[in-house]
């Protein structure tokens, strides 16, 4: 039995009394873990279910980014859930908020969904949504899929790996990788999976019902950008200031204050 496999029953039961119709899946290997719940909503296929992977093959980050994974030394799995939030604003912040809190107080967030070690990435957080396309009416009353995909770092990968990953045009170079075996030495990524699944469902539901407000103060406690000197992509420099109650980062520029909303939007420290 896989490390992975030993753990799913007792995610599954800790999730499916809130979540009637819960499912946990476990494969060895696939493509990305996302691209099949993807596949899968598009086929019209709506239930709530949290799919892992021992080994992703093409794991997707945000900005066409690659995500390395191998197996026994890195976390992988999506979550999708049927949600109806007023406003999405945020949604991304607060599972990074869910993850963060879950694993270790050390690790802290980089907008809008990097999660950070000692100053160095330790996983990312990509966030897609889905219809089957039947719904009449609002948003708000017709639930979409959404579709939480998550990667971890159990041990630290090698730096040339992760650049190896990078997207061809990306105008900032990969971060260097941490390793969550840093701070928790012997933790295996099924013990990973059993910390952050259970909070991080009812993270989202919580995020259904109130918005990232819910969030907003737990964000600026791991805030790993506040009040330090930034520089977006397009070559904007200036100071963090936190972020909107919509979820935006605040920079502080020579022309004001700057709200960054733009998910084609990167930034780093200067």
């Known amino acids: 039995m896989s490390d992975l496999l030993a753990h799913v ?3 599954w039961q800790a999730v499916v009394p809130d979540l009637p119709g819960f499912t946990v899946e476990v494969l060895p290997s696939i493509d990305s873990t996302s691209s099949e719940l993807m596949r899968r909503a598009r086929a019209g296929l709506m239930e709530p279910v949290l799919l892992a992977a021992d080994e992703q093959t093409a794991g997707r980050g945000r ?8 197996a026994g030394q890195s976390l992988t799995f999506s979550l999708a859930l049927p949600l109806a939030p007023a406003d999405w604003s945020g949604l991304s912040l607060a599972v990074g908020v869910s993850l963060a809190e879950s694993l270790h107080p050390d690790v802290r967030l980089k ?3 990097d999660l950070w070690l000692h100053q160095r990435k330790l996983g990312g957080i990509l966030v897609e949504t889905a219809s089957n396309g039947t719904s009449v009416g609002s948003a708000a009353t017709h639930p979409r ?4 995909g998550v990667g971890i770092n159990i041990a630290r990968p090698e730096a040339a790996a992760v650049s190896a990953l990078a997207s061809p045009d990306a105008l900032l170079p990969a971060m260097a990788p941490a390793g969550l075996s840093e701070v928790l030495v012997g933790l295996t990524a099924g013990e990973a999976l059993a910390r952050v699944a259970p909070a991080l469902v009812r993270d989202i539901q919580a995020f259904e019902s109130q918005g990232f407000t819910a969030f907003a103060e737990r964000f600026a406690r791991r805030d790993a950008l506040q009040g330090q000197s930034v520089r977006l992509s397009d070559g904007t420099q200036g100071t963090a200031c936190g972020v909107s109650p919509q979820g935006a980062l605040l920079v502080q520029t020579d022309q004001g204050m700057q709200a960054v909303t733009s998910s084609e939007v990167s930034v780093r420290p200067c």
């Open 63 to 70: 900005l066409g980014k690659g995500w390395h994974s191998k």
């Open 111 to 113: 907008w809008p969904n």
């Open 145 to 148: 899929l959404v579709v939480v």
């Open 9 to 11: 029953e007792a995610v």
